[in-house]
């Protein structure tokens, strides 16, 4: 049932570093062979979106960016079997062809597929001037085209702004801890940075049965958040060592996730791991950041330096135990969701987010805005 006529969608256009967003119209193509679209319900604000817009990573502007999605599938292209029209789905910017070897290995987040999407943006501007897919999905738009893989579906019993926020925030935190570090039973953890993906992190830790959890953000606030979501202990970046000592009787860390893309954060991090522990390196710190690390005391220690993008998640085996978790009462994400807002209030949202004071802020997207007539 792939179409072949574009659709008009409203998209909050991001014209330059530090530029206010405008809300237009832009022109969405049909989804090709393996690709799906998807009609927004909720878009949750992620830092990366703020990387961009602020400058600490470098896109090609005018972009659409939101990449933390769910929404209701609208149309498929030829040849897609994981999804039905109707579906209810979270969106991701995790893309994998199913064939390349990152893939056949099961390694998603690794993939180098030669994708169609990865060549050209679905998005333009009325003149027909190309709009870039930001981070390959552009989801602060009422609807999207992302390929098959970017997708997968959950119960109708799931409020949409919860299952958006699986697509990168809590995808990321969690999936540090299960599928990147492994955390077990009992093993002691470091959280530095209780946003969004920090309390994910606190959450996943918790789920594994790690004992103590120890929280570290510099806003009381937040440091409040994580006793909520599960950490044993919280502080300040100054009291972290002491904090850590003591919860530990001096073992440290198992353990260091940092989930902030703070510079400070890295420098001293390996200090903080016991023998045999591992720090996971999570938020993705502005371009030309860098750290010393002496390889001699890692070596001795039989540490480890783990790099986790996007929890090395695959989303058909990790978006279904999620919202399992989720709808038996063990994964809070609904106490994550600060506040919302519409599109056109999305300048508002990125100030939230940019303040640090909101866990997440998610964009709601009008269903009657959805469901438009595919010819336009
Ligand atoms: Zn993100
Ligand atoms: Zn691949």
Redesign the pocket.
């Known amino acids: 049932m792939s179409g072949d006529s574009e659709v008009k969608v409203r998209a909050a256009v991001s014209r330059g570093v530090g530029m206010v967003t405008s809300i237009e119209d832009l022109l969405l193509a049909a989804p090709g062979p393996g690709e799906v679209r998807v009609a927004i319900d909720a878009c949750a604000v992620c830092h990366s979106d703020l990387m961009f817009l602020d400058g600490g990573w470098s896109i090609d502007f005018p972009v659409v960016l939101g990449h933390e999605a769910a929404g209701r599938v609208v149309e498929l292209g030829e040849g897609v079997d994981n999804v039905a029209v109707g579906d209810r789905v979270v969106v991701s910017l995790i893309?994998?062809?199913?064939?390349?070897?990152?893939?056949?290995r099961g390694h998603?987040v690794?993939?180098?597929?030669d994708?169609a999407l990865r060549n050209r943006s679905p998005l333009s501007d009325l003149n027909g001037k190309p709009v870039t897919h930001g981070l390959g999905t552009a989801a602060f738009a009422e609807q999207v085209v992302v390929h098959r893989s970017q997708v997968a579906s959950f119960a109708d019993s799931v409020p949409a702004e919860a299952a958006a926020l699986l697509g990168c925030g809590v995808l990321t935190g969690v999936g540090a801890v299960t599928n990147t570090a492994r955390v077990g039973k009992g093993d002691s953890v470091v959280v530095i940075g209780c946003g969004g993906v920090g309390l994910s992190v606190v959450q996943g830790a918790r789920l594994a049965g790690a004992d103590p959890i120890i929280a570290v953000d510099p806003l009381p606030a937040k440091q409040e958040a994580a006793l909520r979501f599960g950490a044993t202990h919280s502080t300040g970046p100054d009291g972290t060592t002491d904090r850590l000592v003591e919860a530990t009787g001096g073992h440290l860390a198992d353990h260091v996730f940092i989930t902030t893309a703070a510079p400070g954060a890295f420098a001293g991090a390996t200090s903080m791991l016991n023998r045999m522990g591992a720090l996971v390196l999570v938020g993705i710190p502005a371009e030309g950041v860098t750290v010393e690390i002496d390889p001699g005391v890692l070596a001795v220690a039989n540490q480890r330096i783990l790099g986790s993008k996007m929890g090395t998640a695959r989303l058909c085996e990790d978006v279904p135990r999620l919202i399992g978790q989720y709808q038996a009462g063990l994964l809070d994400l609904d106490g994550m969701i600060t506040s919302t807002h519409s599109l056109d209030d999305i300048d508002t949202a990125f100030d939230e987010a940019r303040s640090g004071e909101v866990i997440r802020t998610v964009v709601v997207f009008d269903h009657a805005d959805n469901v438009k007539d595919p010819s336009g």
């Open positions: 893309r994998a062809c199913g064939a390349c070897r990152a893939c056949r998603d690794a993939c180098t597929g994708l």
